[in-house]
C-alpha cells in the first residue's frame, strides 16, 4: 500500500479469486494511507478466469450474491458475466471466443482488459471504406 501512495495513485483494486476474505484488512489498510479501496471478485473456473468484477456503489453486495450462487451451485459460472448494475466487468482477452458472436457488443460496464506483456499480439484490423 506505501508504494501506492509512493506512485500518488487515488485508488486501488483487490480482486480475490472466488472470494472476498481480504477486502475488510486491504480496505482499512488503504484508507489509512489515503487510498480509495477498489473491491473486486475474480470468478475463475479451476485457474480458468472466466471474467472480473470490480464493485462500484451497492455492487459489492451484487457481486457477493452471484459468487454466493456460484459456490452453492444455484447458478454455473459462465464465460460472460451476469446483468450486473453496480459493477464493471473485464473479460480476459484470451477468453473472447468463448462469448459468442465476432461482433461482440459490450454493455456501458463492460470491458476488455489484457496484460500488458501481451498487447503486441493484438491483431491488427485493416479498416474498409463501406
Same mark, same amino acid.
Do not use: W
Given at each position: 500500500?506505501?508504494?501506492?501512495?509512493?506512485?500518488? /495513485?487515488?485508488? %486501488?483494486?483487490?480482486?480475490?479469486?472466488?472470494n @472476498?476474505?481480504?477486502?475488510? !484488512? $486491504?480496505?482499512?489498510?488503504?484508507?489509512?494511507?489515503?487510498?480509495q479501496?477498489?473491491?473486486?471478485?475474480?470468478?475463475?473456473?479451476?485457474?480458468d478466469?472466466?471474467?472480473?468484477?470490480?464493485?462500484?456503489?451497492?455492487?459489492?453486495?451484487?457481486?457477493?450474491?452471484? /459468487?454466493?450462487? %456460484?459456490?452453492?451451485?444455484?447458478?454455473?459460472? @459462465?464465460?460472460?458475466?451476469? !446483468? $450486473?448494475?453496480?459493477?464493471?466487468?473485464?473479460?480476459?482477452?484470451?477468453?473472447?471466443?468463448?462469448?459468442?458472436?465476432?461482433?461482440?457488443?459490450?454493455?456501458?460496464?463492460?470491458?476488455?482488459?489484457?496484460?500488458?506483456?501481451?498487447?503486441?499480439?493484438?491483431?491488427?484490423?485493416?479498416?474498409?471504406?463501406?
Amino acid at each position: 500500500m506505501s508504494l501506492a501512495k509512493e506512485q500518488s /495513485l487515488s485508488s %486501488i483494486a483487490l480482486t480475490d479469486i472466488n472470494n @472476498t476474505s481480504g477486502c475488510i !484488512d $486491504f480496505s482499512r489498510l488503504a484508507e489509512q494511507y489515503g487510498v480509495q479501496p477498489v473491491i473486486g471478485i475474480d470468478f475463475r473456473e479451476g485457474i480458468d478466469c472466466r471474467f472480473i468484477g470490480l464493485a462500484k456503489n451497492k455492487g459489492f453486495a451484487e457481486l457477493n450474491s452471484y /459468487l454466493t450462487d %456460484i459456490i452453492n451451485k444455484r447458478k454455473q459460472l @459462465t464465460y460472460q458475466a451476469p !446483468d $450486473f448494475y453496480s459493477a464493471f466487468i473485464i473479460y480476459p482477452f484470451s477468453k473472447l471466443s468463448h462469448l459468442g458472436d465476432s461482433k461482440l457488443l459490450l454493455k456501458n460496464n463492460e470491458f476488455i482488459g489484457i496484460h500488458a506483456s501481451r498487447i503486441k499480439t493484438l491483431p491488427i484490423f485493416k479498416m474498409v471504406e463501406v
